[in-house]
């Protein structure tokens, strides 16, 4: 299986100004993502899941270890390849959407390949690729306030896989929507994670935990649980126990 993501040994540390030691945020991660994985991170507030996906997203570098981002060690790399190898490789999901109301929707989906020197009929034939792909094929022209949150969610999708990533990164990407509306969002996380793309999101929410394949828990910097979530839990358990029953009936039958 190709790893898109791998931690090794990752510790984050924030300093005071005098030098001395603020916070360990991370204290030692190791994880492997492999490519087409869907993938929760769950943890109560402070334990380290912002920190581990600005590390995971190029938005910041670790304090120590190392870090291979579809083959490469990007750990310690100067800020500007970073900044390029994040807008390559990352698709970022905020649960504040952050789109710029003063472009239209497919302007605001254009804009990570604008800054990819990508030219301007190309960027724009993706960017409506891609809002087709989130079912807003008919909004180009509107702006963000005259849509709903819902949709502007979906916007901030089509945004995030205009660059065709690596992995997208979701931060609590329906905690800003109703239950109804953020229900489609899932599904419409579930429908690209059908299509092959490696999704990472961090949800405060068991229930959605649950409809991911994997669960990765932190506490207080480390990595607590991880292991299979909702479903692949699911069946691994009824396997389980009907070869338990299986087992029972020939102890019985002997
Ligand atoms: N920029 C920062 N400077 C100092 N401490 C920080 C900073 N960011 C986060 N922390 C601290 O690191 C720990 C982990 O924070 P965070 O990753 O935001 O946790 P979570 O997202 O799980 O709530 C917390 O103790 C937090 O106060
Ligand atoms: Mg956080």
């Known amino acids: 299986m190709e790893k898109v993501a791998e931690l090794q040994g990752i ?3 924030y300093f005071k100004p005098d030098g001395s030691v603020l916070v360990e945020a991370l204290r030692g991660i190791d994880i492997s993502v492999v490519a087409g994985e869907y993938i929760a991170i769950m943890g109560a507030s402070g334990s380290g899941k912002s920190t581990l996906m600005n590390v995971l997203g190029c938005l910041d570098r670790p304090t120590e270890g190392a870090y291979l981002l579809d083959g ?4 310690q790399m100067p800020d500007d390849e970073l900044s390029r190898v994040r807008g390559r490789k990352i698709g970022f999901v905020f649960q504040a959407f952050n789109l710029i109301s003063e472009l239209t929707i497919v302007e605001n989906v254009e804009v990570p ?4 020197g990508v030219p301007r009929h190309i960027r724009r034939q993706r960017a409506i690729d891609c809002l087709g792909l989130v079912g807003l094929a008919d909004r180009l022209g509107h702006r963000p306030k005259e849509l709903s949150g819902g949709q502007q969610q979906r916007v901030a999708i089509a ?3 205009v660059t065709d990533p690596a992995v997208i990164m979701a931060d609590e990407p329906t905690g800003n929507l109703d239950s109804t509306t953020g229900e489609a969002i899932l599904e419409l996380f579930e429908s690209l994670h059908e299509r092959g793309m490696t999704i990472l999101m961090v949800t405060h929410d068991p229930a959605i935990a649950e409809r991911c394949e994997r669960i990765i828990r932190l506490r207080d910097g480390l990595v607590e649980f991880d292991g299979p979530g909702g479903r692949a839990r699911f069946d691994a358990q009824r396997r389980e126990s009907s070869g338990r029953r299986a087992d029972a009936t020939e102890a019985s039958s002997r």
Not at 72 to 75: E, K, N
Not at 113 to 116: A, D, E, K, N, T
């Open 11 to 13: 510790r984050k540390v």
């Open 72 to 75: 490469r060690d990007v750990a």
């Open 159 to 161: 945004r995030a896989l």
């Open 113 to 116: 390949l604008f800054y990819q």
